[in-house]
């Protein structure tokens, strides 16, 4: 057997983009999103409620890296937008289940309530914040100094 037929060692998880550190940003962003929901929020008033809404994509996002932290950065912003706008489109479902699913907090959380084509749009800036934290984080430093990168 020669060389050129070993298996690939796995790739490595970065030393900081690790499910607890992920998680800790998650928490913090969903503190701040939920504050934001409930009329103080650090955000101008004119925004209305697109602040959650960046927010929330950019949860989606950090989910995504948490399920899956050595996924490439553009394929976990591609993934995390994907989702963000498959449940935007689902709000144009209006059936009796889904209503009810979605009259619930948890379920208006995750789900939303009413299609605003506006959303897409605080969708990638959301993505696209967790797309720069991800790329300025510490971990980031650490892929650069070991050789490694998660870009595609």
């Known amino acids: 057997m020669s060389a050129s037929n070993s298996v690939p060692s796995p790739v490595p998880v970065p030393v900081f983009r690790s499910r607890f550190w992920l998680g800790l940003l998650a928490v913090l962003v969903i503190a701040v999103g939920l504050a934001s929901r409930r009329g103080w929020s650090p955000f101008p008033a ?3 409620n697109y602040p959650g809404d960046m927010l929330w994509a950019w949860l989606v996002f950090l989910c995504v890296a948490w399920l899956r932290p050595t996924m490439a950065r553009g394929r976990l912003a591609t993934v ?3 989702i963000a706008f498959a449940v935007e489109l689902l709000q144009l479902y ?3 289940w889904i209503q009810a699913v979605r009259a619930t907090t948890p379920g208006y959380l995750v789900l939303g309530n009413g ?3 506006l959303d897409l749009l ?3 800036v959301g993505v696209g914040l967790g797309a720069w934290v991800d790329a300025w984080w510490p971990w980031a430093g650490s892929r ?3 050789g490694q990168s998660l870009q595609p």
């Open 115 to 117: 299609f605003d084509p």
């Open 94 to 96: 209006e059936a009796p």
């Open 144 to 146: 650069a100094a070991a």
């Open 122 to 124: 605080a969708y990638v």
């Open 80 to 82: 995390a937008l994907l």
């Open 46 to 48: 004119v925004l209305g």
